[in-house]
């Protein structure tokens, strides 16, 4: 991968969605204009590890940390939604994050924190972020080097500006107006056991199924669980085009909160399609409602089209 320059951004090896390997990433950082390093782990429940304390435990050089609970809209009662604008922008300026740099997001535990965090920027007009493949364990398992010491952020002067892009996110009224209009098509990346219905959420107080209309690409067929690394170009191409073979048809993600359905977003947009979205507030805010339209069992709608 050619670094781009934090100046002239006009390498156009670089695209605005790259996935960048350990070993590319460990080459940028000894280039005269290094990318800044944003460790987003988040751990999904069950797992109840604290991912502040494993991001003091061990980091990658000079990464800061990234609080996907705390840069978030402490209004709502739906779990880490996307703050408004002034508050984002004041959350990157304390983080010392100006609007030109070049971002590398990570974690550790398969990307779902590190795609969050690319959604939540890319939703703030952010140019340049990358998402390091396979996190933390990629790092460590190429031998490089980490640290135990947190990172104390120097406020960015000038601040940052943010500016929401609406075609990133979808609302819950846009979710349900879709339901009469079709004029997205959603897909959803919890298992296909809690999309069927058959399996609990994990969240207490929900019920279980999916939107209707709703197509299932669980995020896990999307990594590989051993590497915590995207699986190759082409088996992805495949996967995605079973459930959604119109690359310029609109897609709208979907999750249990959030969190993977930006994994699922992700994948899509570094692979080329061209209008894809996610619904922020994903199940924990459509499964709360016991009187909204609820889908179980295997997906009804058909998308046997032919590819673009």
């Not at 960048?20 to 460790?39: C, F, G, T, V, Y």
């Not at 971002?103 to 550790?108: A, T």
């Amino acid at each position: 991968m050619t670094v781009p320059s934090h100046s002239t951004r006009t390498d156009a090896t670089f695209t605005n969605s790259t996935l960048i390997s350990a070993s590319e990433l460990a080459e940028a950082l000894r280039q005269p204009n290094p990318p800044k390093l944003l460790d987003a782990t988040y751990f999904l429940p069950p797992d109840d590890q604290n991912r502040e304390d494993a991001y003091h435990h061990t980091h990658l050089p000079g990464a800061l940390f990234f609080d996907i609970d705390a840069i978030a809209d402490h209004s709502s009662a739906l779990p880490h939604m996307l703050p408004d604008a002034t508050s984002f922008a004041e959350a990157m300026t304390r983080l010392g994050i100006e609007n030109g740099d070049w971002l590398v997001i990570y974690d550790r535990n398969h990307n779902a924190g590190a795609c969050r965090a690319w959604w939540m920027l890319k939703s703030y007009g952010h140019v340049w972020v990358s998402v390091l493949d396979g996190g933390l364990t990629a790092w460590q398992q190429a031998g490089l080097p980490v640290e135990h010491t947190p990172v104390t952020p120097t406020v960015s002067n000038p601040p940052y500006l943010a500016t929401l892009q609406p075609d990133w996110v979808k609302d819950l009224p846009t979710m349900l107006a879709n339901l009469e209009t079709a004029g997205f098509r959603i897909l959803d990346a919890r298992s296909a056991q809690r999309f069927e219905g058959e399996a609990p959420e994990p969240r207490p107080g929900l019920q279980s199924g999916h939107i209707p209309g709703s197509q299932n690409l669980p995020w896990q067929s999307l990594i590989c669980a051993e590497s915590h690394q995207f699986l190759p170009e082409a088996t992805l191409r495949e996967r995605l085009s079973a459930v959604a073979p119109d690359r310029a048809q609109p897609l709208v993600t979907s999750c249990g909160s959030g969190l993977t359905a930006c994994l699922l977003a992700f994948t899509l947009d570094r692979l080329g399609y061209a209008s894809v979205a996610v619904y922020d507030g994903s199940w924990a805010e459509w499964g709360c409602e016991p009187n909204r339209p609820i889908e179980t069992g295997p997906a009804k709608a058909s998308f046997a089209t032919a590819p673009a």
